[in-house]
């Protein structure tokens, strides 16, 4: 009798589980999307992801190589003579005057950080000098430019990104001593105005800078708030080898023919300037594409060939309980989910909680 009203549990919370409304729940559940308006600083986004998010999950996101937070050491001695030996340069060899903070306040300075990939760990392999392949940076897989490049700040500038004129003076070091007298010698050019001075083996020359516009993003950031919260996104934001990060530049997500890897074992792939990522994360970058276009509809509008892809990475992929971790934890800091990520691990909480609701049910019935 036992087993029997079991039996009926268990067909009652199946009928439940499943009816029509719980089914409604998963398919049209809606999440209301925000854009970033918590975080307009990239520097303080980057910190953010380093030291709160992703402490626990250290993994890029190209080739899945660990990485590791190490602590920069500086010598005192070794940076105390490198800031004697620019003062001497810019004073014509005195040292009367030169003043550099105690090895005390030097050793309480906040501590510095850089982020070191373990190449053996996705057997990547470096393509250039290793000098971008020895660190980790924070690669914005939906490009700054391809958003940037809507604000027409990026190409014309704007009134407030001209950098004034000043004077400048620039000192260097000469292989060779030119002059082995006490004297100072100088001689300006009257072209330019420049005037160049030498004294045994230092050459000084100053000048008057020219007023000069810019662009790009470094005035976007100055002037547009808006492209600010958009480019410190922490949902756009995921930690990627450098030199992968460099060669895949501004190019386009796509599916490319063929395994031609070109960073050892690492699948990640370039051709016809796209960029294949490897199938395991097809899914976040995915999601992430979806959720930027979603909340930021000014500024990108993909194709529908690159929708479709999308929509099939997003189904091929689906979230782990890590992106569910991670799109919570960038909502906590920065006020906003990932609407396409939250509606997905919704789902995902309900299924995990469905099974672990039948198998309770057949253990009570079994036992």
């Known amino acids: 009798m ?22 409604d729940l998963l398919e049209n559940d809606s999440f209301e999307q925000f854009q970033n308006k918590g975080q307009k600083s990239f520097t303080k986004a980057k910190n ?16 899945g190589c660990t990485y590791d937070k190490q602590l920069v050491v500086k010598d005192y001695n070794e940076e105390r003579a490198k800031a004697l030996e620019r003062y001497k340069v810019y004073n014509w060899d005195l040292e009367e005057g030169f003043e550099y903070i105690s090895e005390e306040d030097f050793n309480n300075k906040t501590a510095r950080y850089k982020l070191v990939p373990n190449h053996e760990t996705c057997g990547f392999v470096p393509k250039g000098n ?21 604000f027409p700040e990026w190409k014309e500038g704007h009134a407030e990104c001209i950098s004034s004129a ?10 060779i001593t030119t ?8 001689a300006t050019d009257s072209v330019t105005g420049v005037q160049t001075c030498i004294k045994d083996d230092i050459s000084c020359r100053s000048y008057i800078s020219e007023e000069k516009s810019y662009s790009g993003r470094r005035c976007l950031t100055k002037v547009s708030d808006e492209y ?15 030199e992968v990060n460099g060669y895949r530049s501004n190019f386009p997500m796509a599916e490319i023919t063929g395994e031609a890897r070109e960073f050892g074992k ?3 792939e370039i051709a016809n300037h796209t960029f294949e990522p490897r199938n395991e994360v097809r899914g976040d970058i995915a999601r992430t594409h979806l959720y930027m276009q979603d909340s930021y509809p000014k500024h990108l509008n993909y194709s529908d060939e690159m929708s479709a892809m999308l929509k099939k990475w997003d189904s091929l992929d689906p979230v782990d309980t890590w992106e569910c971790d991670r799109n919570k934890k960038i909502e906590d800091i920065q006020g906003n989910d990932n609407s396409f990520v939250s509606k997905a691990c919704k789902k995902l909480m309900k299924r995990n909680e469905t099974r672990r609701g039948i198998f309770q049910v057949l253990f009570d ?3």
Request: glycine letters at 4%.
């Open 2 to 23: 036992t087993k029997i009203l079991t039996l009926f549990s268990f067909v009652f919370f199946l009928t439940n589980t499943f009816s029509t409304d719980f089914v």
């Open 48 to 63: 953010f992801l380093k030291d709160e998010i992703y402490p626990t999950y250290q993994i890029g996101i190209y080739c």
């Open 130 to 150: 290793g000098t971008r392949a020895a660190q980790m940076e924070w690669e914005h897989v939906v490009p700054a430019s391809l958003f940037g490049h809507t």
């Open 166 to 175: 000043k004077p400048v003076r620039r000192c260097r070091r000469l292989s």
């Open 179 to 186: 002059d082995s007298t006490s004297k100072i010698k100088c």
């Open 228 to 242: 600010s919260l958009m480019q410190a996104d922490m949902h756009n934001l995921y930690p990627a080898i450098g």
């Open 266 to 268: 690492c699948d990640a």
């Open 365 to 367: 019935l079994f036992k």
